[in-house]
């Protein structure tokens, strides 16, 4: 695909290694070959595949923020300019406890070669900054794979709490909830 200068309109966020910033439909293959890789899809079973679908999580994402003034950035490594993930908060509009309505979902991947350097924190806490100063509601929640340790373990270390388990798509998920501020 060409170069494409067009952002979703996100904030541009940057950290000590990373740049986030709103998808571009240049940014289709990258995300492709991140949301199809078995260890990234290891604890995200529904996460899309087929091309058609990692485009319309692209087209998804730009209008959550025309729609909802929040959504999806891709994660940038600064000094190599490579994507290595995709993260932000949602609204699926099935929030999987009453207790949660009306608090978007957050949620992040990392390509798996870039697993394991910190990025998934470091980009994860530039994003909980911003919503702590720019969204309206009381906090934000996410759904994590029981198995899936290093989540988990960031979530808690973000100040994530566990309200729930549930089961989807035959996964035992913790339900987190981080109030703002958190």
């Not at 729609?67 to 940038?76: A, E």
């Not at 949602?90 to 949620?107: F, N």
Request: hydrophobic residues 40%.
């Amino acid at each position: 695909m060409k170069s494409d200068p067009f952002e979703t309109p996100a904030p541009r966020l940057v950290t000590p290694r990373l740049t986030l910033r709103g998808a571009r439909a240049s940014d289709l293959d990258d995300l492709m070959a991140i949301t199809s890789d078995p260890e990234v899809r290891r604890y995200i079973p529904h996460l899309q595949q087929s091309r058609r679908d990692v485009w319309h999580r692209l087209l998804r994402q730009a209008g959550q923020w025309v729609l909802q003034g929040f959504g999806g950035w891709m994660v940038v490594e600064t000094s190599s300019g490579q994507i290595v993930g995709q993260i932000g908060f949602h609204d699926h509009q099935e929030p999987p406890l009453p207790l949660l309505d009306g608090l978007p979902e957050a949620g992040w991947l990392i390509a798996s070669a870039a697993q394991g350097k910190g990025f998934a924190r470091e980009a994860v806490a530039a994003a909980l900054r911003w919503a702590d100063q720019s969204l309206r509601g009381e906090g934000v929640f996410c759904k994590i794979d029981a198995q899936n340790t290093a989540s988990l373990r960031l979530a808690i270390n973000l100040r994530f709490l566990e309200v729930s388990r549930m089961f989807e798509d035959e996964c035992e998920l913790v339900v987190l909830l981080r109030e703002r501020g958190g």
